[in-house]
């Protein structure tokens, strides 16, 4: 999907005469960076990528990762902060990522504003919800809980 996202990107940049340098990449809970290296190894066009997490094991691990699957040095960055903290001192500091990541443990409700917030204008929302017993009306009553919504269980609800 971001491969698509950046062609897309590419070619509106190309219609208005504008070189397109790559895009930027915030995985904001980025844990011990498996995803974040895989974007590294399979978006050649990515310029920088941060990969945060609160735990200072899980962000040296991503390190030795990055370091382990031979990503270049200049091209990321690894952060050890709250998320949500994170992503508006990007948003105060004017840094904006053209695709933002989040893939937390369970809701990603309280991470919406800040990820919307240090997103680039036109930029790619990536949003995973871990809680699909909640998502998929196996517990209707967390569902309206956490989201105010009643969910419907279907077949397609893991998709």
């Known amino acids: 999907m971001i491969n698509a996202f950046n062609d897309v990107l590419q070619e509106e940049r190309a219609a208005?005469?504008?070189?397109?340098?790559?895009?930027?990449?915030?995985?904001?809970?980025?844990?011990?960076?498996?995803?974040?290296?895989?974007?590294?190894?399979?978006?050649?066009?990515?310029?920088?990528?941060?990969?945060?997490?609160?735990?200072?094991?899980?962000?040296?691990?991503m390190k030795k990762n990055f370091e382990f699957n031979d990503c270049p040095s200049d091209k990321y960055d690894v952060q050890t902060m709250d998320a949500i903290d994170l992503m508006y001192q990007y948003r105060r500091d004017k840094t904006f990522f053209d695709v933002v990541d989040l893939d937390p443990y369970g809701t990603a409700i309280p991470f919406?504003?800040?990820?919307?917030?240090?997103?680039?204008?036109?930029?790619l929302l990536c949003v995973t919800f871990t809680d699909m017993a909640v998502l998929c009306a196996r517990q209707p009553h967390v569902c309206f809980y956490k989201y105010g919504s009643a969910p419907l269980g279907k077949p397609y609800c893991h998709e």
């Open 16 to 61: 208005k005469t504008k070189e397109h340098e790559g895009i930027k990449v915030f995985e904001a809970l980025a844990a011990t960076g498996l995803r974040s290296v895989r974007y590294m190894k399979e978006i050649p066009s990515i310029t920088k990528l941060v990969g945060n997490d609160i735990d200072k094991a899980a962000t040296d691990l």
């Open 112 to 123: 919406l504003e800040g990820a919307i917030s240090s997103l680039a204008n036109n930029g």
